[in-house]
């Protein structure tokens, strides 16, 4: 168990619909990533938060946002939901900003279906 | 730019097997690298790092060296068990990065017994 949960677990919905996933962070890990699995497109980075800000930036698209809370837990909003949007969408924290070689800590991950 | 090759799977060993994962890099300057798996449902879990040159990450008897001549980070376990059957990252992380991580395409393990 790496400590940082993510929820939920599957997600299953229509084309053109939004959702919310929600990540909790390792305890003390100020940073949290995105990143989204698909048998096409392998692992690619979305983004990164760190304490609240966005710090990074990857292969996100505009109908995606994201957002780090006080509480340092973060959701990842995806919207006008496409078939190709469907892919494993993990999470992962880290105690620093990404300004080193820290490793990411990994959650379960949510399992996206769009239909 | 930065970029990981790795060996495409998936490799399908017999238990007990001596196993090598291929890995190289392009990469400007020192990154660090790093190997995570991802076993069947599950995340991705680091399974060791290296940061400098002629480094030896190792872990539940996986090891990989970071050669900086031949820009490899092999991965290689002496003999493997059915447990060990998952999907293999290999990643590199470096300033030019922004230090966000650059993965491989993952390479598939399977152990039959």
């Known amino acids: 168990d790496s400590g940082v949960t993510q929820t939920p677990k599957h997600l299953i919905t229509a084309t053109g619909q939004r959702v919310t996933l929600r990540c909790s962070p390792r305890s003390g890990d100020l940073s949290v990533y995105w990143y989204q699995q698909s048998l096409d497109q392998g692992l690619q980075f979305l983004i990164q938060y760190y304490n609240g800000e966005e710090r990074a930036k990857g292969n996100i698209l505009e109908r995606f946002s994201a957002q780090q809370f006080p509480d340092l837990h973060s959701e990842l909003n995806l919207s006008s939901l496409e078939l190709g949007d469907s892919a494993l969408y993990f999470c992962a924290s880290s105690v620093d900003a990404g300004t080193s070689s820290r490793e990411q800590y990994f959650g379960p991950g949510t399992r996206l279906t769009v239909t | 730019g930065n970029s990981v090759t790795q060996m495409e799977g998936p490799v399908t060993l017999s238990e007990e097997a001596f196993l090598t994962i291929n890995c190289t890099y392009t990469?400007?300057?020192?990154?660090?690298l790093f190997w995570y798996v991802q076993y069947p449902g599950e995340g991705l879990q680091l399974l060791l790092k290296a940061t400098k040159a002629d480094d030896k990450g190792s872990n539940k008897g996986f090891e990989a060296t970071y050669r900086k001549e031949t820009t490899s980070f092999h991965l290689e376990k002496g003999s493997v068990q059915v447990s060990d059957s998952a999907v293999y990252f290999c990643a590199l992380i470096n300033m030019d990065s922004n230090y966000q991580l650059i993965w491989g395409a993952g390479t598939k393990l399977i152990i039959k017994p």
């Open positions: 990469a400007t300057g020192y990154p660090s």
